[in-house]
């Protein structure tokens, strides 16, 4: 079956030529998703915008760099959770000696037991 001819903007063509070079999809499966014709249009339309198609070790290194540059966000966030969650612990010893120092002070000047006895009530 011939395809119908379809003309397609400048915007479209560098639109399909990236989806070409950027993803696995093939030149064939791109004639068939944007109901193309001609087998060389795409290979025409690189030459025209001066673009070149990677090559799978192309690919592979961009993908490479890609998570390792995803790890290191995320390692970088991580580290600062962590020195944020540090920092919020020791506020919160800091709160916790200064309300026991007060207990302390009050036990001893009012003669009165504030801290619950532990064990068994008797």
């Not at 999809?25 to 025409?44: H, M």
Request: aromatic share 6%.
């Amino acid at each position: 079956m011939r395809k119908i001819p379809t003309f397609l903007s400048d915007d479209k063509k560098l639109q399909v030529v990236q989806e070409y070079l950027n993803t696995d999809i093939t030149q064939k499966e791109l004639l068939i998703k944007y109901n193309l014709g001609g087998k060389q249009n795409i290979n025409n339309w690189i030459r025209k915008f001066g673009l070149s198609s990677s090559t799978k070790v192309q690919i592979y290194k961009k993908r490479t760099m890609t998570d390792k540059t995803d790890k290191y966000i995320y390692d970088r966030s991580s580290e600062l959770i962590i020195k944020k969650l540090e920092k919020e612990l020791e506020h919160e010893r800091l709160k916790n000696l200064a309300l026991n120092t007060v207990i302390d002070i009050a036990e001893e000047d009012l003669k009165i037991n504030i801290r619950k006895k532990s064990g068994a009530k008797q």
